[in-house]
């Protein structure tokens, strides 16, 4: 696949890193970002690359000698967070409450993905959890910033969802699924 940036070789190192990983955990569902990385970021893109380099090549035995068993995931799915009808939404609640909506400078054309979407996971209940894990990335997320500005009670209540595309797979399923690992 293409790379966007850094060397090839730093690029193979990551990619045998994750093949590694893969064998030896050998999960039946991986989860990473689409080919924008999400809102775009250029990290979030990388990590794209190499999760896909590392679905195709982990089940190959000629792929990466000296990693561990081959194994083949059996799917492979992109986490679409930036939904515009969630996006909308939202800003209507804020609109409806007196207030301004913190998401006034974003690009709504970025978030046109429902289309996309082949899975929805109901996961309201869970969203404190979501959150305690964005914010452990203290240097790279402001606590008090746009990512945590919805109220947690109006998420749950608007939009207690999770989207995904099914992006591979190595085992039949039917869209719209409601579960991963189906």
């Not at 990388?46 to 059996?74: I, L, M, N, Y």
């Not at 409806?96 to 054309?109: A, I, L, N, T, V």
């Not at 008090?144 to 998420?155: H, K, Y």
Request: net charge negative.
């Amino acid at each position: 696949p293409e790379k966007s940036i850094g060397s090839d070789a730093q690029w193979e190192e990551a990619t045998e890193a994750l093949v590694r990983v893969v064998r030896d955990f050998r999960p039946h569902v991986m989860i990473t970002y689409d080919e924008h990385g999400g809102y775009p970021h250029p990290d979030h893109i990388r990590c794209h690359e190499v999760s896909v380099a590392a679905f195709d090549q982990a089940g190959d035995p000629d792929a990466f000698p000296g990693t561990g068993e081959p194994w083949s995931v059996d799917k492979l799915y992109y986490t679409h967070g930036f939904i515009r009808d969630r996006m909308v939404l939202v800003s209507d609640e804020f609109e409806k409450h007196g207030q301004e909506s913190p998401f006034k400078e974003w690009d709504p054309s970025r978030g046109d993905l429902m289309g996309r979407v082949t899975t929805q996971i109901t996961s309201g209940d869970y969203f404190p959890q979501r959150d305690d894990a964005l914010r452990a990335h203290a240097t790279q997320i402001d606590p008090n910033g746009v990512f945590f500005a919805v109220p947690l009670e109006w998420q749950q209540r608007l939009w207690p969802t999770e989207e995904f595309e099914l992006a591979k797979t190595r085992v039949t399923t039917s869209i719209p699924e409601t579960d991963l690992f189906t």
